[in-house]
């Protein structure tokens, strides 16, 4: 009798490498278009821009929504009910989101010793964005390590007051966008309030 996943990526990895290695490939390679145009100080198209954000999500979102022992989950990716996403590339586990960090950590400093970290807008908007995601990212991580050890209760407050912000942030910055008035907010609002927003999806 042919198993339900017979045929599928989690019994065939693509290329035979480990199940998210051709994400892992997809995601440097992207990722090196843009860093290296900003770098020579060159226009990126929107759409890598889009590209990247996207693969960046992929890497810092929280893909199971359930704490397993080690052992059962073991099992289960034995089994073939959940896949096996920890060593993409034949590297150690977060191996690739420390190179995403340290990629992008590394060109803000090339940028800051060049003295074009302040005055290209493009590069500065970047990386602003995606500082603001990984900085949510690494707020979840440390807000459930705590939850984890019963540091502190979990609660809904801190949450909730999360949500209000960023949603009327987001909005002020929303309201010109419709109705082409600025309502004498700071060009650089719009920024700060999308940032917020990429802070608020990578700590969810």
Do not use: C
């Amino acid at each position: 009798m042919n198993s339900e996943f017979e045929g599928s990526p989690r019994s065939w990895p693509p290329l035979g490498l480990p199940i998210g290695s051709v994400r892992a490939l997809l995601t440097i390679i992207v990722m090196g278009v843009v860093i290296t145009r900003l770098a020579r100080g060159l226009a990126v198209e929107a759409l890598w821009i889009q590209t990247l954000l996207i693969a960046l999500a992929h890497y810092f979102t929280t893909r199971r929504f359930v704490s397993l022992p080690p052992d059962v989950m073991a099992r289960l990716e034995q089994e073939g009910v959940i896949e096996h996403e920890r060593h993409p590339l034949f590297l150690p586990r977060n191996s690739i989101r420390t190179l995403i960090i340290l990629a992008f950590a590394g060109l803000t400093v090339f940028l800051y010793q060049e003295g074009r970290l302040w005055k290209e807008a493009q590069a500065r908007a970047l990386l602003g964005v995606v500082f603001a995601y990984l900085l949510g990212a690494f707020a979840r991580n440390v807000n459930g390590w705590f939850i984890r050890r019963r540091v502190t209760p979990p609660t809904g407050t801190w949450g909730d007051i999360k949500a209000l912000t960023v949603l009327i942030v987001l909005i002020l910055a929303a309201i010109p966008q419709f109705f082409d008035n600025n309502l004498g907010l700071p060009p650089e609002f719009h920024q700060i309030a999308l940032g917020m927003m990429l802070f608020y999806y990578g700590s969810r």
